[in-house]
């Protein structure tokens, strides 16, 4: 793979120009002349065949490959410019981790000065990326996820909760469970079947209400909170905003076939970093005083 890579000299020159989208001001950063930026961005497009520049009126701007090189390379640069700076720093390395985007902000985010209080020695980056994930060619070293989609085989997976799900709201619309499936419904476009799945394993029939979806997760419970309506809440993600009476769970939560896990290129044991993060993550799930309940 190393030896498909393409030049760095022009890498380096296409990301300058396609984050300033002008060879001139790119040629100024790099101390080097407009004709050179030119022609290393020519010389990566003939390699790669295609085109990663639209040329008008003396005007450039990136294709939908130019953006999608643009983004890969913004990101590997700005790792490499990370870890020289640890290194530079004397720094341990840091354990990068990628997790679901709700659970992250709602969940991990608020709990991680515990883990880095007990665990000083272990530099903890978190990413926020859900669904499907390349481990290697993304650059981290575990992801925790929601056990939706299959991973490869090769994959090692360690389970740190079973999901449990059920309808929450804001505490002024309701307390009682036989009026909550009579308030607004509110839905997520990355899981649309959520109240369909909740009901069938409830064994209850929604009544039809009105309703809303919203593009995010994180944002249909950011709704409930703000009393539009009734949303399908997972456990984990709403334990903090039950305990505060943000939200309120008439009806409890159901297990509903899915876990959160960890998933590591080789098994979690052979990484002091990586088993530490596991114990702690278990522990805080077991804890319902912690942050997730069983």
Request: include cysteine.
């Amino acid at each position: 793979m190393i030896d498909r890579l393409p030049s760095p000299v022009a890498l380096r020159a296409f990301e300058a120009a396609a984050r300033h989208e002008h060879f001139g001001r790119a040629a100024a950063e790099l101390h080097v002349t407009h004709s050179a930026i030119s022609r290393q961005v020519r010389a990566l497009e003939e390699e790669l065949g295609v085109l990663l520049f639209e040329r008008r009126n003396r005007a450039v701007f990136l294709t939908d490959a130019g953006r999608r090189l643009f983004e890969t390379a913004r990101l590997a640069f700005r790792q490499v410019a990370e870890t020289a700076e640890e290194l530079r720093a004397g720094l341990p390395a840091p354990l990068v981790v990628s997790c679901e985007p709700t659970l992250t902000q709602r969940w991990l985010i608020p709990r991680i000065a515990t883990f880095s209080a007990r665990h000083p020695e272990i530099v903890v980056h978190i990413r926020a990326a859900g669904g499907p994930i390349h481990l290697e060619r993304e650059a981290v070293d575990c992801a925790i996820r929601r056990s939706d989609f299959e991973w490869p085989p090769d994959v090692h997976a360690e389970g740190i909760i079973e999901e449990r799900v059920g309808p929450v709201c804001a505490p002024a619309l309701t307390t009682k469970a036989s009026r909550l499936l009579r308030l607004p419904r509110i839905h997520s476009e990355t899981r649309l079947d959520a109240w369909d799945r909740w009901a069938a394993d409830a064994g209850l029939a929604l009544p039809i209400v009105p309703s809303q979806t919203f593009e995010h997760f994180y944002l249909s419970l950011a709704g409930a909170e703000a009393g539009l309506g009734v949303a399908i809440g997972p456990e984990p993600l709403v334990i903090d905003a039950l305990r505060q009476r943000r939200l309120v769970a008439p009806l409890g939560f159901r297990r509903n076939g899915f876990r959160y896990v960890m998933l590591s290129r080789a098994p979690v044991r052979l990484d002091v970093r990586k088993s530490k993060l596991l114990a702690w993550l278990r522990e805080q799930a077991d804890d319902p005083s912690r942050g997730i309940g069983p």
